[in-house]
């Protein structure tokens, strides 16, 4: 008896019947479906983590006490790295079972969905839809810390020479500050440089490094926007 014959007695003697063509095709569907969203997600969650990596106040990282390396893997959004490898491997997977598949190595399967990834992420991350999708995000979700509170809790150490918040009025060489906490501060900054993308305004949000000199007092050392990108002027001034 050939294996034709052995084939076919088997079929036969235990009933196998062939597996209908619509479950193959539902299964790649899933497989594409699966692959897409996990695309998606990864995009999302790339971008935000760039929207991040923007946010981040290398300048406070310097003068923090702590090594900068132990600074920087504070501010690392954990949750969104973490959101990005685990729907890049499910990509890579889902990649992995199309038809056809076993053609490309594991390292081009699993570079093309980062790629994929990235390229998306940082499409939304330009359009403004990484700081979107963080606030909604940070909204919704009640124990989620989100990048600006992140921002908030760093930058609120007046004691430690840092402050941050609102400006209420200015004077000739001083502002009122009402930071985060609704505290008012009284501000020093004669001959402070002041980066061109920031104006010395009602209203402006800034962020101070400086030394705290009795309690609602601070002399300022550095003024930044609180933001990462600010109003435009011509050049940096010292204000005098």
């Known amino acids: 008896m050939d294996n034709f014959d052995k084939i076919l007695e088997k079929i036969e003697t235990q009933n196998i019947e062939p597996t209908p063509r619509w479950y193959f095709q539902f299964k790649n569907l899933a497989f594409w479906s699966v ?29 923090l006490k702590h090594s900068k390396m132990e600074s920087f893997l504070v501010l690392l959004p954990y949750f969104w790295l973490i959101l990005l490898l685990v729907f890049s491997l499910l990509a890579f997977f889902s990649f992995k079972n199309f038809k056809k598949a076993y053609k ?28 979107f999708l963080e606030r909604k995000f940070a909204d919704k979700i009640e124990i989620y810390n989100s990048i600006e509170e992140k921002k908030i809790q760093h930058w609120m150490q007046p004691d430690s020479g840092f402050l941050a918040g609102t400006i209420l009025e200015v004077k000739i060489d001083t502002l009122v500050l009402e930071d985060f906490n609704q505290i008012k501060w009284q501000i020093y900054f004669k001959d402070v440089f002041i980066p061109p993308v920031i ?18 007092y601070f002399v300022a050392r550095e003024i930044r926007p609180w933001k990462a990108f600010g109003k435009s002027n011509q050049h940096g001034r010292k204000n005098k």
Do not use: N
């Not at 990864?42 to 981040?56: D, E, K, P, R």
């Not at 104006?199 to 609602?216: C, S």
């Open 35 to 63: 692959f897409l969203v996990s695309i998606f997600i990864g995009s999302i969650a790339f971008s935000i983590i760039l929207y991040s990596v923007q946010q981040t106040d290398f300048v406070l990282i310097s003068h």
């Open 199 to 216: 104006e010395i305004t009602e209203g402006e949000q800034i962020k101070i490094m400086g030394e705290k000199t009795k309690e609602g």
């Open 104 to 131: 490309y190595s594991l390292v081009s399967i699993l570079s093309l969905s980062v790629f994929l990834s990235i390229i998306l992420g940082c499409l939304t991350f330009i359009s403004g839809g990484a700081q």
